[in-house]
């Protein structure tokens, strides 16, 4: 929660976007290329962090979403609640079939909606790298006497 909200109130850009560098000191286009490659590469020593790697898209979770138990979870609580309800009604067999089946579903949407988490989880952490590399170029780069936005 303190990372998020650290990320969230930073001056820098966007999440993962190098920030802008302005020459506040009239620094020449080689003096800034120079000086560019050299924070880049102090970044990446000091933060354990390489930003191409980190630029790659995250693996995302595809296909069917098994693996939790969610849909196992759901089908045997479907099976208990239709059993009852199929025992009040005079079939509880029928019944604990109908509530597997609707517990199965239950469970898959679940496990869709924890899938789609773990996505989202795996994005915010690879933001969360970028925005700690870009912090380190941009402290760099202030030193050496530019702007940065």
């Known amino acids: 929660m303190a990372i998020a909200l650290a990320l969230v109130l930073s001056p820098l850009p966007a999440l993962g976007q190098k920030p802008s560098v302005y020459p506040a000191k009239g620094q020449s286009a080689q003096q800034k ?9 102090w970044a990446k020593q000091d933060t354990g962090i390489d930003p191409v790697a980190a630029s790659a898209p995250p693996p995302q979770q595809t296909g069917a ?29 029928a019944g604990a079939g109908i509530g597997a089946a609707a517990g199965t579903m239950a469970g898959g949407a679940r496990a869709r909606q924890n899938q789609a988490a773990a996505n989202d ?3 915010q952490a690879q933001q969360a790298q970028l925005s700690t590399f870009y912090r380190a170029y941009g402290a760099c780069m202030e030193g050496r006497g530019y702007t940065i936005k």
């Open 121 to 123: 989880q795996a994005k």
């Open 33 to 41: 290329q120079k000086d560019d490659k050299e924070c880049m590469a």
């Open 65 to 93: 979403a098994v693996g939790g138990g969610e849909r196992v979870r759901g089908a045997a609580r479907g099976a208990v609640g239709g059993a009852v309800i199929g025992g009040i009604a005079g079939d509880a067999g």
